[in-house]
């Protein structure tokens, strides 16, 4: 059944976080202001996720504002990884703000560092409340969602070619139809050879 919540827009993010020498990055669709004045943000992060113990720990986590151009790879780095089995940071050219974590070298516009000043066990995630601690805005590009992740970033699955194939030798005729007279070129059997992929 098609669910409301899917028509929920987010944004995509790389949080990062640093507890002692040890950093992490994970990619992040539930950051959200909560209040101004004084701000405030809300960032929710699964409670397996490497991140989660570490913002706990630390207290402290950046918001690193993904851009349109950052590429799927991006994406498996810090989404389809964890940091328990490795840096995910490693090779990457990133700077360390005031609180210690990491902003990232590319592919953001802004970040945004936290303090961590309220912990709210949701279930399967953490929410973390947030004041903030230092921002800044790098370029304009613009910034990435979640529905032009979806459309432009993630790789589609190939198409399935329509055509037909040739039961002798597996050459494939790529259209709608097959000439009634057409002759595998490879194999040199005949269209009733064929069938319709
Ligand atoms: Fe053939």
Do not use: W
């Amino acid at each position: 059944m098609a669910s409301a919540l899917h028509k929920l827009g987010y944004g995509l993010y790389v949080v990062t976080s640093a507890d002692g020498e040890k950093k992490n990055a994970m990619i992040c669709n539930t950051v959200t202001q909560v209040a101004s004045s004084p701000d405030r943000l809300a960032v929710s992060v699964n409670k397996s996720n490497f991140s989660h113990d570490m913002i706990k720990r630390s207290g402290v986590m950046n918001v690193n504002c993904l851009t349109e151009d950052a590429p799927f790879s991006v994406f498996q780095k810090y989404g389809f990884a964890s940091g328990r089995d490795g840096d995910k940071l490693a090779g990457e050219q990133v700077f360390c703000t005031a609180n210690g974590a990491p902003v990232l070298g590319k592919f953001i516009n802004a970040f945004i560092s936290l303090k961590v000043t309220d912990y709210s066990d949701m279930g399967s995630h953490g929410l973390f409340i947030c004041e903030i601690t230092d921002q800044a805005v790098l370029n304009d590009k613009p910034s990435m969602t979640y529905a032009y992740y979806h459309a432009h970033v993630k790789p589609k699955p190939p198409k399935k070619p329509t055509g037909f194939v040739c039961k002798i030798c597996g050459y494939i005729y790529e259209g709608d139809t097959l000439p009634e007279d057409f002759i595998c070129p490879v194999c040199k059997h005949p269209a009733s050879d064929f069938e319709k992929l």
